[in-house]
């Protein structure tokens, strides 16, 4: 039995009882690059060579059916997967949002306009607590702060991870402290501060502000501060491997052919494939090939630049579209993103900000679903792949949503509105063409 230090306290960890300790399975944090293994600390960086580092775990393997049962049975949220997440086994009976179990859409009506005959699903995270896929990553960092005896929740945001914290913060009864650049969509600034934190706006870019808040960790202010996607990234990422479990579960325990996935960071598209590759390994689906595609706006499309080059270097950019949930120039999963849809055979695709918005209204015409601009940018992406040849139609498909419509409608107000402004008469409506 090994003992690590945890916030000052010591615990224990064991092959039999991996639930013995604040982080369930997890056995260490592993740097991505050089494999150096460190305790589960609030670090993020590798001291042997920069690297980033991401949870390693010990995960239960060898009774597929018995964990299949364990988490059918659980919640009607990510805590079904506990048994494979960085967090203690009584965290349903914690203070948190409990998000995920969001649907997943067959998309028979988008399909047929785009020509897809194999199949077609929207995973829509816009259900979540706050409308969006943040939710997921914040409540697993949550739980660490927690778990480290951190006070303060904070992040670096381009808005939807700015509400997620505050919200979080709130239930959880922590001080929220967030920063945002200065030009986001109003909606998402008035997410973001309803919930009472701090919220402080930066002059510049995400990068900017991402790099402040890096300062900010190094400074005795910062003492006590969970940054969720900063100090406390490695946790805060494991948050995206439920999107791929539950797509899995709900597809009937296996993997679609295509995943397509929008990139910011370039995270949550890394993350999706490492929960794909843990249920193949713990033998909770059958191991088959699947392509993983990267959507981009073309205002900040440095990952699918970098792909169609055939680089391995990611060279940042300026941001400049109306996807601004999208909008990191640097993006730090950006090598990792070129291995993987190289590795799996998919690609990385951009669109303009005319075919986000076009993308954005097919959908809600098609499938009722109100998306933000980064939806925009995924069904967008999904329909010039078609076009392109580079995604068989006759593959089963799935496409993320990662947030709501109602926080980007500056992206869409200004094509959209009333058919006719008529009298209260039918000779009005009739008059207008409409009858």
């Known amino acids: 039995m090994a003992v690590q230090t945890v916030a000052g306290k010591s615990t224990s960890t064991s092959a039999e ?10 056995a260490a944090l592993s740097c991505r690059e050089c494999g150096t293994r460190y305790p589960l600390t609030p670090v993020f960086a590798c001291l042997e060579c920069f690297g980033p580092l991401e949870v390693a775990y010990d995960l239960p393997v060898g009774d597929p059916e018995g964990l299949r049962a364990r988490i059918e049975a659980g919640p009607a949220n990510i805590w079904r997967y506990a048994p494979l997440l960085p967090v203690p086994a009584d965290v349903t009976q914690k203070q948190n949002l409990s998000p995920g179990w969001t649907k997943l859409v067959k998309a028979d009506n988008l399909a047929r306009e785009l020509g897809v005959t194999g199949g077609l699903y929207v995973k829509d995270d816009s259900g979540n607590p706050t409308h969006s896929f943040k939710d997921r990553v914040v409540a697993i960092a949550l739980e660490a702060a927690r778990t480290f005896g951190l006070t303060t929740l904070s992040c670096s945001s381009t808005g939807n991870l700015a509400g997620a914290v505050g919200a979080a913060a709130a239930r959880a009864g922590f001080r929220s402290c967030v920063f945002i650049p200065h030009d986001l969509e109003e909606g998402k600034v008035v997410m973001a501060a309803v919930y009472g934190g701090e919220l402080v706006a930066i002059e510049g870019s995400y990068d900017d502000v991402n790099r402040f808040c ?27 491997k439920t999107l791929a479990y539950e797509v899995a579960e709900q597809l009937g325990w296996r993997l679609p052919d295509n995943l397509v996935i929008p990139i910011a960071s370039g ?73 993987i849809a ?29 998306a933000e601009t980064a939806g925009g940018v995924t069904v967008g992406v999904l329909k010039k792949l078609i076009e392109t040849g580079q995604l068989d139609p006759a593959a089963e498909t799935v496409v993320f949503n990662t947030g709501d419509g109602l926080k980007t409608l500056d992206a869409v107000s200004p094509t959209t509105g009333p058919t006719a402004t008529i009298r209260p008469t039918v000779a009005a409506f009739r008059e207008a063409g409409l009858a």
Do not use: M
């Not at 900063?230 to 948050?239: A, D, I, Q, S, T």
């Not at 193949?280 to 205002?299: M, N």
């Open 342 to 370: 190289r590795r799996t055979g998919g690609a990385v695709e951009d669109v303009n900000d005319e075919q986000v918005v076009d993308a954005i209204k097919l959908l809600a015409r098609t499938e009722g679903i109100f």
């Open 17 to 26: 009882d991996p639930q013995e300790t604040p982080f369930g399975p997890a």
């Open 267 to 339: 995270s949550q598209l890394t993350k999706i494939d490492k929960g794909l590759q843990e249920l193949i390994k713990l033998g909770l689906v059958e191991d088959k090939p699947y392509k993983i595609f990267g959507a981009q706006a073309e205002g900040c499309s440095p990952v699918s630049a970098a792909y169609k080059a055939g680089h391995d270097v990611v060279r940042p950019v300026k941001p400049d579209t109306i996807a601004k949930s999208l909008a990191i120039g640097n993006p730090a999963d950006g090598p990792y993103v070129l291995d």
């Open 214 to 240: 890096s300062e900010l960790i190094g400074d005795p202010i910062g003492e006590g501060w969970g940054f969720v996607n900063v100090n406390l990234r490695p946790y805060y990422g494991e948050g995206s």
